[in-house]
C-alpha cells in the first residue's frame, strides 16, 4: 500500500519529536515497511505474528516506520518494537491479541511508537498481573517513546503499562481492561499523558505508582486533559512521585476515589513530592461501598514518614461524592494546600481530616455546598489551617475511651462462653443492609484468642479471600505502631467457611491457627486463636488491634461491603498506627 499520506505524518512526528526529546531524526524517512509485504493476511483470522516480526526487523534496518494497513490482524505472542514506530491508519487498522498472556505490544529501545492503531484482544475475564499481559508494554530502559492515537479494548492486565523515560501517551481510548487503564511506574520520568480517554477499567483509571522495590521514584508526570469514567477503583493515582503535575481532567463515576495521592503502606510505595492538583471536574467518585478508599480528592499517609508534601489542590469541583469531597487520612506527616476548590453535594462531609492525621494542612476560600455532613470536619491534632468553622464532631474512635482483653483460655469451639464478657465489646461498623458485629479479644501466655459475633443474613462463602462473608484481625502484638507491618505484626481472615487466608504471605500456612465457626439465628460466631509470635504478655501491656468483617450480600462472590471497628475510613489495611489498643487485664 502506497504512503499517500505521508507529508502529515511526517509534520506529526516531528512535533512528537520536540515534545519527547529524541534525537535527530532523518531529514527524509525511508518508505513505511507494510506488514502485508511480509505475508499478514488481514481478516483470515490466522497468526500474521511472523509476519509482523519481518516487517520490524526490516523497518529496523531501514530506519522506516512499519505500517498496518486498513484491516483485521491477529498476533499470537508479543510484538516487539525496538527503536521503531508502529503505525495505522486509525481505527480500521486492527491488531487483535490471540493470547491473553502474551498480549501486549511491546516497546524498547529509543524513539519507539505505536500510533493509530485499534488493539483488541480475545475475550478473557481472568485478571493477569504480567507487564506482557498489558495490552501496551514500555520496558525498562525506554527511552523516548509514544503511545499515541491508540485504541485499546480489553486487556488482561493494563491497558498502557510504563516504564522508562520520555514519553508521550496522549490521544488514546482505553476502555475495558481488567487492570489499570493507564499505569506508569518505576523511576519514569518525563512522562506526558494528555487527552486520553479511559472508560470501564477493572482498577484505576490513570495511576503513577512508584514503588519502594524499584529503587526509584517517577518523576515530572503530567496528567493533563484526559477524561476518565467508569473505574472500578480510583480515577487519578499518584501513589508515590515527584513534581506531578494533575490538570483540567475530567473524572467520574469511580468506585473509590476521584484523586488518590498516598504513600501506601499496603504496596509500600515512596512519598509525593511536588504535587499541583489544578483545575479538575470530578463527580460521582465513590461510588462502590465495598471499597474503603474513597474520598473526591483522597490523601492518605500511610508508608513513608513525611508521606506527602508540596501538595498543592486549587480550583477543583467535587460533586455529588459519595463519601467526603476532600478526605485526608493516616497518619504520616501531609503537607498540603487547599485552595479555591469548591465541593457540591458530598455524601458526608466537605473537607474531612481524620483523627490520626499529622503534618500541616491549609484551607483557604474552598466552597463547600450542601453537604451530608459537617461542611468541614478537623478531628486531628495536625497544624490545620482553615477560614472555615470546623465541626469535630465525627467520632473516630480516637483517645479517650479504654478497651480491655481479659485474660483466659476460650475453648474454640464457636461457641462465646460467659467469660467473654469479660473483655471489651467492640463493636463494628453498622452497614446500611444490616450487617453489623461485635468482636472481642482474650489471651493466656501462649495465644491470644479472639472472638467475633456477626450479624450477616446473607450466607455467602464461595469466593475467595475478602470476596466471601469472613471476618479478620489486625495485630500490632509489640505496639510498635510502625505504620507498615513489621515484626509483630499479622493480619489473619477467617471465612464463614472456616477458610483461612491473610494478606501477609505465609503466615496461614507457618502458624498454628485453631479457629471454629457456628451459624446463628441471625449471622454467624467466629472464635479463633493464634500463638504470640513476639510477644511474651503480661497483665498492663498494651496492644495494637482491629477487628474487620466482609459481607457477600447477594452470593455473587464480589464483596458488597466491609466493616471495621476503628473508623472505617482510616486505613487499618495499610497503617498499624491507626489501630485500636487493647489493654491486657488479668
Ligand atoms: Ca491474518
Ligand atoms: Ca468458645
Ligand atoms: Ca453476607
Ligand atoms: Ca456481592
Do not use: C
Not at 39 to 65: F, T
Not at 213 to 219: L, M, P, Q
Not at 519 to 540: F, H, K, N, R
Request: avoid cysteine.
Amino acid at each position: 500500500m502506497p504512503p499517500t499520506v505521508r507529508p502529515a505524518l511526517a509534520l506529526a512526528t516531528t512535533a512528537v519529536l520536540a515534545v519527547s526529546g529524541w534525537g535527530a531524526a532523518p531529514a527524509q524517512a525511508a518508505a513505511d515497511v507494510s506488514i502485508t509485504a511480509f505475508g499478514a493476511v488481514a481478516g483470515d483470522g490466522l497468526d500474521d505474528l511472523p509476519a509482523i516480526r519481518a516487517a520490524v526487523a526490516e523497518a529496523q534496518r531501514r530506519g522506516s516506520d512499519v505500517r498496518v494497513p486498513a484491516g483485521h490482524f491477529h498476533h499470537d505472542g508479543l510484538v516487539e518494537l525496538a527503536g521503531v514506530v508502529l503505525r495505522g491508519t486509525g481505527e480500521r487498522s486492527e491488531l487483535t491479541a490471540l493470547s491473553t498472556e502474551l498480549q501486549a505490544v511491546a516497546l524498547s529501545g529509543t524513539g519507539t511508537g505505536v500510533r493509530d492503531v485499534r488493539l483488541t484482544t480475545v475475550p478473557t475475564t481472568q485478571r493477569s498481573s504480567t507487564d506482557v499481559s498489558a495490552r501496551v508494554f514500555v520496558r525498562p530502559g525506554t527511552d523516548g517513546y509514544e503511545v499515541r492515537g491508540v485504541t485499546i479494548e480489553g486487556a488482561t492486565s493494563a491497558g498502557v503499562i510504563a516504564f522508562g523515560d520520555d514519553g508521550v501517551i496522549e490521544d488514546n481510548h482505553v476502555s475495558g481492561t481488567l487492570a489499570d487503564g493507564i499505569h506508569i511506574t518505576e523511576g519514569s520520568t518525563g512522562i506526558r499523558i494528555r487527552d486520553n480517554v479511559v472508560r470501564d477499567t477493572g482498577d484505576d483509571q490513570i495511576a503513577v505508582v512508584s514503588y519502594e522495590k524499584f529503587g526509584e521514584w517517577a518523576r515530572d508526570i503530567e496528567i493533563v486533559g484526559n477524561d476518565v469514567s467508569g473505574g472500578h477503583a480510583r480515577g487519578i493515582t499518584v501513589s508515590g512521585g515527584e513534581d506531578v503535575l494533575v490538570e483540567r481532567n475530567r473524572i467520574s463515576r469511580t468506585g473509590g476515589a476521584g484523586i488518590f495521592v498516598a504513600s501506601e503502606g499496603s504496596y509500600r510505595t515512596y512519598p509525593v513530592r511536588g504535587l499541583r492538583v489544578l483545575r479538575n471536574q470530578i463527580s460521582h467518585d465513590s461510588q462502590d461501598p465495598a471499597l474503603p478508599e474513597k474520598g473526591g480528592i483522597r490523601l492518605q499517609a500511610t508508608n513513608t514518614d513525611p508521606s506527602i508534601v508540596d501538595a498543592h489542590f486549587e480550583r477543583n469541583v467535587i460533586r455529588h461524592s459519595g463519601d467526603s469531597g476532600v478526605l485526608v487520612v493516616g497518619s504520616a506527616v501531609t503537607e498540603a494546600t487547599f485552595e479555591r476548590n469548591q465541593v457540591v453535594r458530598p455524601a458526608a462531609y466537605g473537607i474531612r481530616v481524620v483523627s490520626t492525621v499529622a503534618g500541616a494542612l491549609s484551607f483557604r476560600r474552598n466552597s463547600v455546598a450542601s453537604s451530608g455532613l459537617a461542611p468541614f470536619s478537623d478531628a486531628s491534632s495536625a497544624d490545620v489551617v482553615s477560614d472555615m468553622p470546623n465541626d469535630p464532631a465525627a467520632a473516630d474512635g480516637g483517645p479517650g475511651e479504654s478497651y480491655v482483653a481479659d485474660r483466659f483460655t476460650p475453648v474454640v469451639d464457636g461457641v462465646a462462653e460467659d467469660a467473654w464478657q469479660a473483655s471489651s465489646p467492640l463493636q463494628l461498623s453498622v452497614e446500611p443492609n444490616g450487617t453489623t458485629g461485635v468482636a472481642r479479644v482474650a489471651w493466656d501466655e501462649q495465644r491470644v484468642h479472639v472472638l467475633v459475633e456477626m450479624v450477616d443474613a446473607t450466607p455467602s462463602s464461595h469466593a475467595a479471600n475478602e470476596h466471601s462473608d469472613s471476618v479478620e484481625m489486625w495485630l500490632d502484638e509489640l505496639n510498635t505502631r510502625n505504620g507498615a507491618r513489621t515484626t509483630g505484626d499479622s493480619q489473619l481472615r477467617v471465612g464463614r467457611d472456616g477458610a483461612l487466608s491473610s494478606v501477609v504471605q505465609g503466615l496461614v500456612g507457618s502458624t498454628d491457627v485453631r479457629r471454629a465457626v457456628t451459624e446463628t439465628p441471625s449471622g454467624y460466631t467466629v472464635e479463633v486463636s493464634v500463638p504470640w509470635a513476639e510477644l511474651e504478655p503480661t497483665a498492663g501491656t498494651v496492644v495494637g488491634f482491629n477487628a474487620s468483617a466482609n459481607d457477600d450480600s447477594d452470593d455473587d462472590g464480589q464483596r458488597d461491603t466491609y466493616l471495621s471497628w476503628v473508623d472505617k475510613n482510616l486505613p487499618y489495611w495499610a497503617d498499624t498506627r491507626v489501630y485500636g489498643q487493647l489493654t491486657l487485664t488479668d
